[in-house]
């Protein structure tokens, strides 16, 4: 299975504010597919947001967005105006050619008032 | 709706019980997977499925099976239940090639005593 890491258990953010969190993988791979999850306590899975490696470009999803660094294996999440319904566990997710999904370990987000 | 459904969503095992979890999935997709949750390590591939009959390894399958006999359904079972499979079990269906992620059940949250 290809690694994912996520470094950053928890997270805290103001609401209103920008949190970034992180995600980095490895892969020999050159063309796969990057996500973001979001999971709150309900339990249900949640696309946030999902980055083809071939395209340059960051995907952008409203208030989030990625920054994708390829040569780096890189793929933060940016959530900006942060709202308390963004409070959940968020997980990156990697894509290859086996079209296996495999998982990070998860970064809290915690919201305050 | 279309989607995909898990059944049982909570239960209680005793240590050497047996059971099978059930999931299926609407909207004709050929991937099926059956993922496990624990705190601090993310989502893990268990078992996984390309198609109608067909079944192979995930990253933890030691103590799980699985059966694909029809397209729509997916099976995980236990045999001989352990407190170490105390988890949230999440299936998970995909189209391949496609890019746009997987659709995944609610979860079943399975306790070994």
């Known amino acids: 299975a290809q690694t994912v890491t996520q470094s950053q258990p928890e997270m805290s953010v103001q609401e209103a504010e920008t949190v970034t969190l992180s995600c980095t993988y490895d892969?020999?791979?050159?063309?796969?597919?990057l996500f973001w999850y979001k999971q709150p306590p309900s339990r249900q899975m949640i696309l946030v947001i999902r980055?083809?490696?071939?395209?340059?470009q960051n995907a952008t999803e409203n208030r989030f967005s990625v920054n994708f660094q390829k040569a780096a294996k890189s793929f933060s999440l940016k959530i900006s105006d942060s709202q308390l319904g963004d409070a959940a566990m968020y997980f990156c997710?990697?894509?290859?050619?086996?079209?296996?999904?495999?998982f990070g370990a998860g970064t809290t987000v915690t919201v305050r008032a | 709706n279309a989607g995909v459904t898990q059944t049982p969503k909570f239960r209680v095992l005793k240590t050497g019980q047996s059971m099978t979890l059930l999931c299926a999935q609407d909207?004709?997709?050929?991937?099926m997977y059956w993922y496990r949750q624990d705190p601090g390590m993310g989502l893990r591939l268990i078992h996984y499925?390309?198609?109608?009959?067909?079944?192979a390894k995930g990253e933890v399958p030691d103590g799980y099976n699985v059966s694909r006999l029809k397209k729509q359904n997916f099976l995980l079972g236990l045999e001989s239940a352990a407190p170490s499979q105390t988890s949230v079990y999440f299936c998970?269906?995909?189209?391949?090639?496609?890019?746009?992620?997987?659709?995944f059940g609610s979860g079943t949250r399975l306790t070994v005593v």
């Open positions: 998970a269906s995909s189209y391949p090639p496609s890019g746009y992620g997987y659709t």
């Open positions: 997710a990697y894509r290859g050619n086996d079209y296996k999904l495999s």
């Open positions: 980055q083809e490696a071939y395209k340059q």
């Open positions: 909207m004709n997709h050929e991937y």
């Open positions: 892969t020999s791979e050159s063309d796969y597919y």
């Open positions: 499925s390309v198609g109608e009959g067909t079944t």
